[in-house]
Nanobody, 124 residues
């Protein structure tokens, strides 16, 4: 059974940093593209960042480029999202998602497996 478990969320002041982690189990991790999405209250789930199976290709939403960095460790079956210079508008539940694909995709419907999310709150 594929499981994705997010951790690292919390409350931080604007300008601060957080590091989210996604731990995977029940899958051949190196076969999966992994992405982070987020959903703020009253808004649709939106793409944040994604990383290819071996970490050679990454994509970012324009809103987080230059502030967030996605990385992965296939030996540890983890994907991290380093978030710097956080803004109040980054406040959301952050979800890790995975799928077996050769292409780094950016829409929620492209991903079959999801974690339950971790809450990030950025205060002004």
């Amino acid at each position: 059974q594929v499981q994705l478990v997010e951790s690292g969320g919390g409350l931080v002041q604007a300008g601060g940093s957080l590091r989210l982690s996604c731990a995977a189990s029940g899958l051949t991790f190196g076969s999966y593209v992994v992405a982070w999405f987020r959903q703020a209250p009253g808004k649709e789930r939106e793409f944040v960042a994604a990383i290819s199976r071996f970490g050679t290709n990454t994509k970012y939403a324009d809103s987080v480029k230059g502030r967030f960095t996605i990385s992965r460790d296939n030996a540890k079956k983890t994907v991290n999202l380093q978030m710097n210079s956080l803004k109040p508008e980054d406040t959301a539940v952050y979800y890790c998602a995975g799928d077996v694909t050769l292409v780094v995709l950016t829409t929620p419907d492209d991903y079959d497996y999801w974690g339950k999310g971790t809450l990030v709150t950025v205060s002004s």
